[in-house]
Nanobody, 121 residues
Framework: QSQLVESGGGLVQPGGSLRLACAAS????????IGWFRQAPGKEREGVSC????????DYADSVKGRFTISRDNAENTVYLQMNSLKPEDTAVYYC??????????????WGQGTQVTVSS
């Protein structure tokens, strides 16, 4: 069964950093674009970042540009999201999924279970 597993979430103070990981199980990430998404309580799921299969294209939501960096290590079958200068409004459950960068959320699949990120003092 193809599945993605997120890890690395936690509680961090404003201004702090976290690195999320998205590991593939049952398939290789080499040929998949991977997106990171988040959902805060009472809000719709939104796209955060996306990286193409080659790593040559990376997309970011305006709200995280300059603070978050997406990367991939195909040898480790993992995609990372480095989150710096975290703000309380970044608090959400973060998910990864595979699809095609630039397409709507509904076009992504193999969703993981999510990892909670809480930014609070």
């Amino acid at each position: 069964q193809s599945q993605l597993v997120e890890s690395g979430g936690g509680l961090v103070q404003p201004g702090g950093s976290l690195r999320l990981a998205c590991a593939a199980s049952g398939f290789t990430l080499d040929y998949s674009a991977i997106g990171w998404f988040r959902q805060a309580p009472g809000k719709e799921r939104e796209g955060v970042s996306c990286i193409s299969s080659s790593g040559g294209r990376t997309d970011y939501a305006d709200s995280v540009k300059g603070r978050f960096t997406i990367s991939r290590d195909n040898a480790e079958n993992t995609v990372y999201l480095q989150m710096n200068s975290l703000k309380p409004e970044d608090t959400a459950v973060y998910y990864c999924a595979r699809g095609t960068c630039g397409l709507p959320i509904r076009a992504f699949g193999s969703w993981g279970q999510g990892t909670q990120v809480t930014v609070s003092s």
